[in-house]
């Protein structure tokens, strides 16, 4: 394997809680509206510093999704997933945008998302509009 090249992001930016590497924009934010087994989940347009793992169908709230899980490049912690089709047409937008989970990233200010007992309950990788 060769060495890692990583991306310094400017401005507002989300990073891994393990290792604080960088990982997107807050600019590049689409949604806050999703969730996952951990909590809070957000969609963005780009991210940088990952690497994604084998492409799987999962089944989630909003219908069957073709995705690939995405690790943090500088510790390989698992921080969310890629959308690489949407079986639904309403879905489609979905497609080439990635999920950071909250619970797996610092926000802008350094501060982690916390897990709530409502957060325990929801199922499995579920993402909500």
Request: proline share 1%; charged share 25%.
């Amino acid at each position: 394997m060769g060495r890692v090249f990583v991306i310094d992001l400017d401005g507002n930016k989300y990073t891994c809680k393990h290792c604080q590497t960088h990982l997107a924009l807050v600019e590049d934010i689409v949604s806050k509206s999703f969730h996952c087994r951990h909590g809070k989940a957000y969609l963005f347009d780009k991210v940088v510093n990952v690497s994604v793992g084998e492409q799987e169908e999962r089944m989630m709230m909003t219908g069957m999704h073709t995705v690939v899980d995405i690790f943090c490049v500088g510790c390989g912690s698992i921080v969310g997933w890629k959308y690489e089709a949407a079986h639904e047409k309403s879905q489609k937008y979905k497609v080439g945008k990635y999920i950071l989970e909250r619970f797996k990233v610092l926000g802008p200010d350094g501060s982690n998302y916390l897990i709530t007992q409502d957060a325990q309950m929801v199922g499995s990788d579920a993402d909500d509009m």
